[in-house]
């Protein structure tokens, strides 16, 4: 990235963003404005993709609602994101999980959970 669109990004970024991966439950937390009030509203499901970098990195999230999967890509480093709750981790094979979008039921969000070995730690 040129230096001088570093420097000027660098006030945006969110020093506070939760470490999460591809493949990882989460529930992101996002501002809502309706009218003069505002108000969180929570999404929560599997992160599928991450892309870009600096100030123009997204994450997409995706989650089955009555049936249908829904998909929602978010700005890491926008305002609008109150925060982001890690849920439960996993290990993923593959940097993008698009294979789930052809899944249906509890095969759709099935994937490998992380499991931590008590002879390592």
């Not at 925060?83 to 509890?106: F, H, N, Q, T, W």
């Amino acid at each position: 990235m040129n230096p001088i669109i570093k420097e000027v990004t660098a006030s945006h970024l969110k020093s506070d963003v939760t470490d999460f991966r591809v493949g990882d439950g989460v529930r992101v937390h996002t501002k809502v404005r309706e009218g003069d009030k505002e108000r969180i509203q929570i999404f929560a499901g599997i992160v599928i993709a991450r892309k870009g970098g600096g100030i123009a990195e997204a994450f997409t999230v995706r989650r089955i609602s009555y049936g249908e999967g829904v998909e929602r890509v978010f700005p890491l480093h926008s305002p609008n994101i109150e925060k982001i709750e890690l849920d439960r981790a996993s290990v993923p094979m593959r940097a993008r999980l698009y294979y789930l979008r052809d899944r249906k039921g509890k095969a759709a969000m099935a994937i490998k959970a992380k499991r931590y070995d008590s002879a390592k730690a």
